[in-house]
């Protein structure tokens, strides 16, 4: 279990003129359709999660681990900000190619792992979290990088819109956990996975490119759709071990802090139980 230890309205922790207007028009926007009022709500709450997470976590000549996805793009925007107003100097470690690029398109300074393998703080969206802050991740097939990240980082924060604050993982993504595995061993690795956990490990196709997708590792993904919930710790170890599998999209035990934000413009943050 974890606590809720502050709900702050956004509107004290955003600070750039750009951050607020998008706000004020999502708390006055009352036309259009419910679909469109609902995509307004989910992109305020994940800038409002991402700007408070950068406010709170990120200090002066910190490496900083950069997720990828959505919800991370307003944390670098802030981020960007930040080194403009108050020269905020920081060394950013990409989870992803997506990642790299947006570091070099805010003009940020970028690191390696090679150079900078200890890390003060890592960020990062989530595609859903549960009560004790265990992520699924790699709806956007980042999972590998993003783990080696932030687990070689001091803290890591989570940051998400609050559909994604669930009690039992499975709840909203139904899109199952993605697992990372070598070429020539997606298929072993189904029939094992889906012999000794049960539900359905689909293959992921590429959009707009034929065949599976292929990950900024060179690897395929494996979405394990599982019809029941367990003890994420003993599954995760227990894929680990299956030869082929080089990571999952299963986060146990490593989100410190969850960032939520609402549609109305307030931030859930909650520390993690474990903690
Ligand atoms: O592979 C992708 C990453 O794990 C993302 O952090 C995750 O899918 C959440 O993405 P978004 O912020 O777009 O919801």
């Given at each position: 279990m974890c606590c809720v230890i502050r709900r702050c309205f956004v509107g004290t922790v955003l600070r750039s003129a750009r951050a607020t207007q998008l706000v004020t028009f999502c708390s006055i926007h009352n036309v259009g359709s419910t679909n469109l009022r609902q995509m307004d709500g989910i992109e305020a709450g994940k800038k409002a999660a991402a700007i408070t997470a950068v406010n709170n976590h990120v200090k002066t000549n910190q490496v900083v681990g950069i997720g990828s996805g959505t919800t991370i793009i307003s944390a670098v925007q802030r981020l960007a900000e930040r080194v403009k107003e108050e020269g905020l100097k920081v060394i950013c470690i990409p989870t992803s190619y997506q990642a790299r690029q947006l570091i070099l398109e805010n003009k940020l300074t970028l690191g390696e792992l090679e150079i900078n393998p200890e890390l003060d703080v890592a960020i990062d969206g989530a595609d859903e979290i549960d009560a004790d802050l265990t992520c699924i991740k790699g709806g956007g097939g980042c999972q590998t990088q993003e783990k080696i990240v932030a687990a070689n980082a001091k803290e890591f924060i989570v940051i998400a819109d609050?559909?994604?604050?669930?009690?039992?993982?499975?709840t909203n993504w139904k899109n199952g956990i993605p697992i990372e595995v070598i070429p020539m061993a997606w298929r072993p690795v189904q029939v094992q996975i889906e012999k000794r956990f049960g539900g359905k490990a689909c293959l992921r196709m590429a959009q707009r490119k034929m065949g599976p997708l292929v990950t900024d590792n060179g690897n395929f993904i494996l979405d394990w759709k599982f019809d029941k919930t367990d003890d994420w710790w003993k599954i995760n170890t227990e894929l680990k071990l299956?030869?082929?599998?080089?990571?999952?999209?299963l986060f146990v035990k490593m989100a410190r802090v969850a960032y939520f934000g609402t549609p109305e413009g307030t931030v859930d943050i909650r520390k993690a139980s474990w903690l």
């Open positions: 609050s559909r994604k604050d669930v009690q039992v993982l499975g299956i030869p082929g599998i080089v990571e999952t999209g």
